[in-house]
């Protein structure tokens, strides 16, 4: 089994930054790509971004250029470095994991909120 933990989101005003993060514990070595989601009430969720094992970034256009995402094997941690932030930012966003011998999205944090507001 595979555990994944968000933390890192909260209140920030527009135009500011926080950086979120995602520690992956248990069977970690089952683990591929991870990334995050995002998602609004009443909405499904929606890709932001994601990272492959060897560094490989992927962006949605919403957040291409604001966004950063990064991961720490050593920690077992992905990170998500978000700037310029906007109030359509504003979301729960979600940690996930690939697994390796599926090839599916399988493992999901709880999900931190972010709220950008002034």
């Known amino acids: 089994q595979v555990q994944l933990v968000e933390s890192g989101g909260g209140l920030v005003q527009p135009g500011g930054s926080l950086r979120l993060s995602c520690a992956a514990s248990?069977?970690?070595?089952?683990?591929?790509?991870m990334g995050w989601y995002r998602q609004t009430p009443g909405k499904q969720r929606r890709f932001v971004a994601a990272?492959?094992?060897?560094?490989?970034?992927n962006y949605s256009d919403a957040v291409k250029g604001r966004f950063t995402i990064s991961r720490d094997n050593a920690k077992n941690t992905v990170y998500l470095q978000m700037n310029s932030l906007k109030p359509e930012d504003t979301a729960v966003y979600y940690c996930?994991?690939?697994?390796?011998?599926?090839?599916?999205?399988?493992?999901w944090g709880q999900g931190t909120q972010v709220t950008v507001s002034s």
């Open positions: 248990g069977s970690i070595f089952s683990i591929g790509a």
């Open positions: 990272i492959s094992v060897t560094n490989y970034t």
């Open positions: 996930y994991g690939v697994s390796e011998p599926t090839g599916r999205r399988d493992y």
